[in-house]
């Protein structure tokens, strides 16, 4: 077992189910293949990296589903996001990870570059965080479970990164942050990254 592990949450990739905004204007199959699109980018990454991955589907997955390479699918639990990022991370640190970094499946400008330095400043700080350019995160990653950080947040808001760098300071955690990068979500965000379109 690595001291690192890796959570990557995903979506069941169904038609009608993933990425509603983008397929509001494209249609829904066109956005499921962006989704499947990015599913797979987001795989090839993390397989890049010495680490344990994890997979969190919001639903099982068939049997067809390809993952990557030496990855455990789990299934996430939870009423909110926060409390299925929160479960997710308690289950993987329980079987003994040292460092636990979580990410979607929805960043096209992530590389295995970002994620390799993460787990770096972890080694120096106690969590790590990358915002994205839309008040989320793309990833966010500590040595130990801290629970507030889960709680409290409206979730899919712009206000999800600067609630959550606040609970930072009140739990009085040394952060490091790491770029800004993009999710890709919406029509405008899918004009920006061609190499996503189908």
């Given at each position: 077992?690595s001291?690192?592990?890796?959570i990557?949450f995903?979506?069941?990739?169904?038609?009608?189910k993933?990425k509603t905004?983008?397929a509001?204007e494209?249609g829904?199959?066109?956005?499921?293949e962006a989704?499947?699109?990015?599913l797979?980018y987001?795989?090839?990454?993390?397989e890049?990296?010495?680490?344990?991955i994890?997979v969190?589907?919001?639903e099982?997955?068939?049997?067809?589903?390809?993952?990557?390479?030496?990855?455990?699918?789990?299934?996430?639990?939870?009423k909110t996001?926060?409390d299925?990022?929160?479960?997710?991370?308690?289950?993987?640190?329980e079987?003994?990870?040292?460092s636990?970094?979580?990410?979607?499946?929805d960043?096209?400008?992530?590389?295995p570059?970002?994620?390799?330095?993460?787990?770096?400043?972890?080694?120096?700080?106690?969590?790590?965080?990358?915002?994205a350019?839309?008040g989320?995160?793309y990833?966010?990653?500590m040595?130990?479970?801290?629970g507030?950080?889960?709680?409290?947040?409206?979730?899919?808001?712009?206000?999800?990164?600067?609630?959550?760098?606040a609970?930072?300071?009140?739990l009085?955690?040394d952060?490091?942050?790491?770029?800004?990068?993009?999710?890709l979500d919406?029509?405008?965000?899918?004009?920006q990254?061609?190499?996503f379109?189908?």
């Open positions: 077992m001291r690192r592990a890796i990557v995903i979506k069941n990739p169904v038609a009608g993933v905004r983008l509001a494209i829904e199959h066109k956005a499921l989704y499947q699109t990015l797979q987001t795989f090839e990454i993390v890049q990296l010495e680490v344990d994890f969190y589907s919001n099982p997955v068939p049997d067809s589903f390809h993952k990557p390479g030496k990855s455990t699918v789990r299934i996430q639990h939870g996001l926060g299925r990022m929160f479960n997710a991370f308690t289950e993987v640190f079987t003994g990870y040292q636990c970094i979580i990410i979607g499946s960043c096209p400008e992530l590389t570059e970002t994620i390799e330095t993460a787990f770096q400043l972890l080694d120096v700080t106690d969590v790590v965080i990358g915002p350019n839309d989320g995160y990833l966010l990653g040595k130990t479970v801290h507030k950080l889960f709680h409290g947040k409206k979730w899919s808001t712009g206000t999800v990164l600067n609630d959550t760098i609970d930072f300071r009140v009085n955690l952060y490091s942050q790491l770029p800004v990068l993009s999710d919406t029509f405008e965000d899918y004009k990254f061609p190499d379109w189908v």
